[in-house]
């Protein structure tokens, strides 16, 4: 929705699409860590223990939170990833860094016995 002052606020989003998200996003991450960078999927996991830090400094500002709880119910957000919960994050982020590099090392197990 439309908001003169952050520009727009979005809503909390349902939980079956922070899986979809979370999962997805660090699974895709691990599988291009796995196929470019050869390395494991532990570096994956480390981000989305180093994401919830970061989404915080970057988008959860005072005089944002002023503005939100003045004008918008509490399920309001000024960005979709400060209503993640970190513990969300990091658990369905591990499902996804561990499921993305097993599809990276079937990826190129394909890629060696392929015709």
């Known amino acids: 929705m439309a908001d003169g002052a952050l520009g727009s606020v979005l809503s909390q989003p349902a939980i079956g699409q922070v899986v979809f998200g979370v999962v997805v996003a660090f699974g895709l991450a ?15 996991i480390i981000a ?3 994401l919830t830090p970061f989404a915080i400094t970057a988008y959860v500002k ?3 939170l002023d503005r939100l ?13 400060a209503a993640i919960l970190p513990v969300q994050i990091v658990a369905f982020g ?3 860094a ?3 590099y097993w599809m990276g090392i079937r990826y190129d197990f394909w890629r060696k016995h392929e015709i």
């Open 30 to 44: 691990a599988f291009l860590v796995k196929n470019f960078l050869d390395a494991g999927y532990v570096w994956p």
């Open 48 to 50: 989305t223990a180093l």
């Open 62 to 64: 005072p005089n944002v």
């Open 69 to 81: 709880a003045e004008s918008w119910p509490p399920v309001f957000f000024s960005n979709t990833t």
């Open 94 to 96: 591990t499902i996804g």
């Open 98 to 100: 561990i499921a993305g």
